[in-house]
C-alpha cells in the first residue's frame, strides 16, 4: 500500500512538472509573440488609391499595387510608432527565397524593410530593382 502511494506522488509531482514547464514555454511565446502583433486587415492606400484586400498567409505591411507601406511600427505590427508618414520603397535587396523592399519615411528619414507579398506588383519590384533610389 505504501508503495502505491509512493507511486501516486511520483506520478502526480512528475505531471506538475510537465505543467509547470508547459506554462513557462506558453509565457515565453507570449512573450515572443508581443514583438510581432499580426494585422492582417482591408485598407485603401493612401498613395495610390488602390483597394488593398487582407493578404491571408501573413500581416499585410504595404501596397501590393504601389508597394508604398506606412511608417507607423516600432516592431512588426505593434502600431507604437507615432510617425506616420509614407514608407517609399527605395531599393529592393534579396532575402532567402524572397525579396526584401527597403523603405524611406518620407516624414523623418527612418529606413524600414518589409518582405515583398506573393500578389505584389512584380513589375514594380523589377523598377525599383532596376533604379534604386540612393539613401543618401
Ligand atoms: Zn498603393
Ligand atoms: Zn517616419
Same mark, same amino acid.
Given at each position: 500500500?505504501?508503495?502505491?502511494?509512493?507511486?501516486?506522488?511520483?506520478?502526480?509531482?512528475?505531471?506538475?512538472?510537465?505543467?509547470?514547464?508547459?506554462?513557462?514555454?506558453?509565457?515565453? @511565446?507570449?512573450?515572443?509573440?508581443?514583438?510581432?502583433?499580426?494585422?492582417?486587415?482591408?485598407?485603401?492606400?493612401?498613395?495610390? /488609391?488602390?483597394?488593398?484586400?487582407?493578404? /491571408?498567409?501573413?500581416?499585410? =505591411?504595404?501596397?501590393?499595387?504601389?508597394?508604398?507601406?506606412?511608417?507607423?511600427?516600432?516592431?512588426? /505590427? =505593434?502600431?507604437?510608432?507615432?510617425?506616420?508618414?509614407?514608407?517609399?520603397?527605395?531599393?529592393?535587396?534579396?532575402?532567402?527565397?524572397?525579396?526584401?523592399?527597403?523603405?524611406?519615411?518620407? @516624414?523623418?528619414?527612418?529606413?524600414?524593410?518589409?518582405?515583398?507579398?506573393?500578389?505584389?506588383?512584380?513589375? @514594380?519590384?523589377?523598377?525599383?530593382?532596376?533604379?534604386?533610389?540612393?539613401?543618401?
Amino acid at each position: 500500500m505504501e508503495n502505491v502511494t509512493r507511486t501516486l506522488i511520483i506520478i502526480v509531482s512528475n505531471n506538475l512538472r510537465k505543467c509547470f514547464l508547459f506554462y513557462i514555454i506558453i509565457a515565453v @511565446k507570449e512573450m515572443e509573440s508581443k514583438k510581432f502583433t499580426m494585422i492582417d486587415e482591408p485598407f485603401i492606400c493612401e498613395v495610390c /488609391g488602390e483597394e488593398v484586400k487582407p493578404l /491571408g498567409y501573413t500581416a499585410r =505591411d504595404h501596397c501590393p499595387f504601389c508597394l508604398s507601406s506606412k511608417h507607423v511600427d516600432v516592431n512588426p /505590427g =505593434d502600431r507604437l510608432e507615432e510617425c506616420h508618414g509614407v514608407l517609399k520603397p527605395i531599393a529592393i535587396e534579396k532575402f532567402k527565397d524572397t525579396f526584401k523592399i527597403i523603405y524611406k519615411c518620407e @516624414k523623418c528619414g527612418k529606413i524600414r524593410k518589409n518582405v515583398m507579398a506573393k500578389d505584389d506588383n512584380f513589375d @514594380k519590384i523589377l523598377e525599383i530593382m532596376a533604379n534604386p533610389i540612393n539613401i543618401d
